[in-house]
């Protein structure tokens, strides 16, 4: 290789590699942005994603109620395998039964909501270990869903719409490092700022200025604030599980576990603020686990 | 590189990202538990351990290849794309010196790679995590064993792509 061409190799290297520097720093803030070649790959992935989901749920579903049943012709094993059958079926329609159990908290939350929603089902998850998104397909037309809109789940809340494209949205889970959602602490009022935990083991968050005098303990509830106009007031965040106090400073480190299992929530909805004030659900209509409505907050309402 | 070769490259881990995001949702663990096998990595590093075609070649196969799983990854635009190049240029400069001959070493080569990447990937978004970033480091170690076990399966159904390509193994250094 001549050092002209080595010269040029390295010219051509810096500069191909100067375009995702360029790229990363436009985007490193805002992550909401995507330009017509990306909506065009996702609208395609989208459908494709959903198909692989749909198939081998679809597949699981087979094995489980027929296939793995064929070999129960034998009649000498008749009630056994029968036996089995039964058992199986009772596993899915118990599991039939908790699924329509969270579809049915969805449609009472929604009813009880005094703003639009738009219901939307889990396709798929982040590749990547290190941000929590997952990928939602909406129920109807996406027109108008827009970034940092709210999605919650039976339990609370699940993150924001982080992008949009067609009828498909990338949700921003609470738990990610980028997300913050302004909460309280149901008991006491305080007020502070939700973030996910950056490469916990599991999904959780913490809560940032939210103010000594505040005192949180083990085991509060913490709700939206309403603050910001996309999250109504009042709906459960997670429970605090490790409080800790530094000995100077003017805040207090609040870790939270959410409410919503991120690694199981399968049905959702998009919360599509109207003009008017959003106003809370009805604490009936939220269940968290422990059953016990959501105290309203002592905080201002959302302007 | 052909082009075709590029091409068939990028489908193949515009597939795998498809297939690989999908049935995580399906899965009753989070990702943090088990995590994805970094699946554009593989390619990447199958791609630049060949050896074959020039560096900008190379270069911008990674690039679209990164952009690819920016999409898939909920990363930041760029980031995926940046430490894939940046992975890229090692693996070819690597290749050389690199004996990737049985999937015990293909194994253990994922594994250094995807170590690597990971850690490379959190310093480049450390901005991210507001003074947290030590923490994720803990995700590195189970991401990079999840991609080293997976690393032998997929370069072998590179190579069973490359061979429909180049049909002479003569022509391929990866055999």
Known sequence: MTLTRRARELVIVATLLAVPVLFLRANLAA???????????LRVSAP????????????????????ALVHVKADNARLTDENARLRAELIAARNAAGREGDLEKLLVLRSSLQFDTIAARVIAVETSAFFRVVRIKLDRGGDE?????????SAGIVGRVQRVFGGWCDVLLA??????IDVVVARTGGRGVLKGVAGSDRYKTRIEYLERKDEAAEGDLIVTSGLGGFFPRDLPVGKVVKVDRHGFGLYQEVEVQPVVDFGKIRDVLVVVPRDAQPAGPTPEAIAPPDKAPAEPSKSEPAK | MSAQRAIVMILATYVGLIITSSLQALSPWPVSTIPTPEVALLVVLYLGLGGRGTAPAHLGVALAIGYLADLFAGSPKGLESLTLGIAMLLARAASSRLDVATPWHTMV???????????????????LYAGNAAAALRLVPTTALTTALVAPLAFRILHRLDRRLAPDPARLRMS
């Open chain 1, 31 to 41: 992550t909401d942005h995507l330009n017509v070649v990306d909506r065009a790959i």
């Open chain 1, 48 to 67: 494709l994603q959903a198909g692989i989901t749909g198939l081998v749920h679809g597949i699981g579903s087979g094995w489980n109620n027929y296939i």
């Open chain 1, 145 to 153: 869903v827009k970034p940092g809109m709210a999605v919650i789940a």
């Open chain 1, 175 to 180: 738990a990610d490092p980028k997300s913050s």
């Open chain 2, 109 to 127: 080569i994922a594994l250094v790679a995807a170590l690597a990447h990971g850690l490379l990937q959190l310093a480049i978004s450390s901005s």
